[in-house]
């Protein structure tokens, strides 16, 4: 997932989209090593807004009322910026309001011959970005996609992990990480999550539940949806009648009732609801 905030001169991007896939990981985008909290902000001026954000090195960047970028202090472009993203070790990326392509301290980073639409920051400072042909590049490298491009549907179906690996599916739903095909050819990917370790976990078109290349779950029910918990451990619900989450080795009940939805709190605790609109956490049932 990528997050802007919208302001009258400048798009400012997060400085990290490394907890994208990893739902109870939000100290990964906020917070440093030591625990000090970051977070990007503006200071609204009559004739415009400057944009602030900061590692956890205690690097700024700052994209100021004319659009101009600065990092501790030093102009990085001679060009306005459109936006940035400012990695937790410092590193910077940009994109110019003249062309939208991408572009770090160093300069200009291969996009073949059109501008980037997306780009996503890892904690450790690798930028995942996609073209407006729909090729995706990792670190200035194009990277392989079968026969296909990086289609946007109702979001986009990339990512970049805690680690810098790109996971990506293109648009025969075939699912690759830095370039690798994990799905067989006959198993079309329609979901994926991935872990800490740039783990990868995905549900075929035929419901069925992979970890990377290996087979997690066959049936005899079909895989619907799938999450991480809070030590990366993959529940996912199934079509099964009822006791139809799955979490941990166990199957979690809603009485004689389907469980329809699941999701987890930023403590660990599983939360699901039944057919009938029961909410139940941890296996009981709650009371809202």
Request: net charge positive; charged share 25%.
């Amino acid at each position: 997932m990528i997050f802007w905030i919208s302001l009258p001169t400048s798009a400012l991007a997060f400085h990290n989209d490394s907890s994208y896939d990893a739902p109870n990981t939000s100290h990964l985008r906020w917070t440093c090593d030591d625990g000090r909290f970051l977070q990007d902000s503006s200071d609204r001026f009559l004739h415009g807004t400057t944009l602030r954000s900061r590692s956890c090195n205690n690097d700024e960047a700052i994209i100021d009322r004319r659009g101009y970028l600065y990092k501790n202090e030093r102009q990085v472009d001679r060009w306005p910026v459109s936006d940035f993203k400012l990695s937790k070790n410092g590193k910077i990326y940009y994109r110019l309001k003249r062309d939208r392509k991408l572009y770090n301290e160093k300069g200009l980073l291969n996009s073949g011959t059109s501008s980037v639409v997306l780009y996503l920051v890892s904690a450790s400072g690798n930028v995942v970005y996609i073209n407006e042909e729909g090729e995706i590049f990792k670190d200035g490298n194009l990277l392989l996609a079968g026969t296909g491009k990086i289609i946007k549907g109702h979001r986009w179906p990339v990512t970049v992990s805690v680690g810098g690996n790109a996971i990506y599916i293109n648009n025969y739903k075939d699912i690759f990480i830095d370039g690798k095909m994990l799905n067989r050819a006959t198993s079309k990917v329609s979901n994926f999550a991935v872990d800490l370790n740039s783990n990868v976990f995905f549900i075929d078109m035929a419901g069925r539940l992979f970890w990377n290349e290996k087979d997690l779950y066959s049936g005899p029910d079909r895989v619907q949806s799938i999450a991480l918990g809070p030590k990366d451990e993959i529940a996912f619900l199934t079509s099964a009648s009822r006791d139809n989450l799955h979490f941990k080795g166990l199957r979690f009940s809603a009485g004689v009732e389907r469980i329809v939805d699941f999701e987890f709190t930023e403590s660990g605790d599983l939360i699901y609801q039944d057919a009938v609109g029961k909410r139940w956490k941890n296996g009981n049932l709650a009371f809202d």
